[in-house]
């Protein structure tokens, strides 16, 4: 099956400093990739999606300088959290997805900013 | 718009016994409607998908859920718990295949 890679599980940041978590497609070429978070036993909200080569699309509320995406490629997206703070610690998770497969999901990873 | 409700955030069951989640979903056309599992600290792992043709749809680990028009409802079941059926699951609609919106989940726990 399709497989996406989330590097890394797990990060601790002090605060101030940045973080860049990525999203991998092993074994297919992510047409779209997308970024959640994920606030403790609460449901994955909708961050941005990524499409190849272009400009990622923020949902409303989500701040474009702080969270920054690229996909530079078919199979690479990653998230960069600049000036973290604790505020931002949570559970990030990425999708992938080609054409109309459906969402295959990466394990996530824990960040905590100290 | 579209949105998923998940009735029950946690839902207890004896091994061996039913497994049943509820999903009620609103959507303005006709959706697609997922159903996934979440392990701790890992991501989603897709169960069965419902898109179009027969409304039983079954999925891996035994889940099937029944896609009901009339009742806007996609609730997942299983006719005997194991203990590896204990994590999170979400509901989760799409009409255009690109934008999901995930319910709250409902956490399962099967008691031995």
């Known amino acids: 099956g399709a497989v996406v890679s989330q590097h890394p599980s797990r990060v601790i940041c002090k605060s101030g400093t940045s973080v860049k978590i990525e999203c991998r497609s092993l074994?297919?070429?992510?047409?779209?990739m997308f970024w959640y978070r994920q606030f403790p036993k609460q449901s994955l909200m909708l961050m941005a999606t990524?499409?190849?080569?272009?400009?990622?699309?923020?949902e409303q509320g989500v701040e474009k300088d702080k969270f920054l995406i690229n996909h530079a490629s078919l199979t690479l997206s990653t998230l960069t959290v600049t000036s973290a703070h604790p505020e931002d610690s949570s559970f990030y998770i990425c999708?992938?997805?080609?054409?109309?497969?459906?969402?295959?999901f990466g394990n996530g990873t824990r960040l905590t900013v100290t | 718009a579209q949105s998923v409700t998940q009735l029950g955030s946690h839902v207890s069951v004896s091994e061996g016994a039913l497994v049943l989640l509820r999903c009620n979903y609103s959507?303005?056309?006709?959706?697609?409607l997922f159903w996934y599992v979440q392990y701790p600290n890992q991501g989603l792992q897709l169960l069965l998908k419902?898109?179009?043709?027969?409304?039983l749809v079954k999925g891996i680990n035994g889940f099937e859920a029944e896609f009901k028009k009339s009742e806007t409802s996609f609730h997942l079941t299983k006719p005997s718990a194991h203990m590896s059926d204990a994590a999170e699951y979400f509901c989760?609609?799409?009409?255009?295949?690109?934008?999901?919106?995930f319910g709250t989940g409902t956490s399962l726990t099967v008691i031995p």
């Open positions: 989760a609609v799409s009409v255009d295949g690109n934008q999901f919106y």
């Open positions: 419902y898109t179009t043709g027969a409304t």
């Open positions: 999708s992938a997805r080609w054409g109309d497969s459906p969402l295959h």
């Open positions: 959507s303005s056309v006709p959706p697609y």
């Open positions: 990524s499409n190849e080569g272009s400009k990622a699309t923020y």
């Open positions: 074994d297919f070429q992510a047409t779209t």
